[in-house]
T-cell receptor, first 113, second 114 residues
Framework: QKEVEQDPGPLSVPEGAIVSLNCTYSNSAFQYFMWYRQYSRKGPELLMYTYSSGNKEDGRFTAQVDKSSKYISLFIRDSQPSDSATYLCAMTRSPQGAQKLVFGQGTRLTINP | DAGVIQSPRHEVTEMGQEVTLRCKPISGHNSLFWYRQTMMRGLELLIYFNNNVPIDDSGMPEDRFSAKMPNASFSTLKIQPSEPRDSAVYFC????????????FGPGTRLLVL
């Protein structure tokens, strides 16, 4: 079993829809959670970063962490065609080992105009 | 800033050949990471350096893979001999300092081993 599970999709939704992307993990030692966005033929770029359970909002994006369920989510409101990309969740154990990120498989998202 | 620079962007080679991938991190960053991305396995950390010193190479698949960082502005990932299963996109990333910092990824090198 992989440490981090993410449905690879693909996921296709109409413009303006609310998108929900999710990851589950098995290692309760993970403390820091990130979402990266990767456009086609580009490197991943950090979208959001959270620590501990709860919600974090940044514009149209909301990251949610539920440590009790080992489940993290990324919500995109008022989705735009420019949001079409692969979204990867990533997590790590502690600041000392924070650089060793474990990534999910990535979910390929398409927003249709 | 130019961002993380990787070369070549594309590499096609035959099985058994040596492959060298190159990376120039963002100036002033002192952590450097090499990743491999495939459809089957996703994005995997191969090795990372802090201040030019290899910290964790547990992700390096086997002895055919080696990485060096001779100075703060240059790193190489070498595969010798290459095999078809090494075909993947290889990313280099850098971050400003140790600890939980954003990793900035390069554009990747697409490697195809025939």
């Amino acid at each position: 079993q992989k440490e981090v599970e993410q449905d690879p999709g693909p996921l296709s939704v109409p413009e303006g829809a609310i998108v929900s992307l999710n990851c589950t993990y098995s290692n309760s030692a993970f403390q820091y959670f990130m979402w990266y966005r990767q456009y086609s033929r580009k490197g991943p770029e950090l979208l959001m970063y959270t620590y501990s359970s709860g919600n974090k909002e940044d514009g149209r994006f909301t990251a949610q962490v539920d440590k009790s369920s080992k489940y993290i989510s990324l919500f995109i409101r008022d989705s735009q065609p420019s949001d079409s990309a692969t979204y990867l969740c990533a997590m790590t154990r502690s600041p000392q080992g924070a650089q060793k990120l474990v990534f999910g498989q990535g979910t390929r998202l398409t927003i249709n105009p | 800033d130019a961002g993380v620079i990787q070369s070549p962007r594309h590499e096609v080679t035959e099985m058994g050949q040596e492959v060298t991938l190159r990376c120039k991190p963002i100036s002033g960053h002192n952590s450097l990471f090499w990743y491999r991305q495939t459809m089957m396995r996703g994005l995997e950390l191969l090795i990372y350096f802090n201040n030019n010193v290899p910290i964790d190479d547990s992700g390096m698949p086997e002895d055919r893979f080696s990485a060096k960082m001779p100075n703060a502005s240059f790193s190489t990932l070498k595969i010798q001999p290459s095999e078809p299963r090494d075909s993947a996109v290889y990313f280099c990333a850098s971050s400003p300092r140790t600890g939980l910092e954003t990793q900035y990824f390069g554009p990747g090198t697409r490697l195809l081993v025939l």
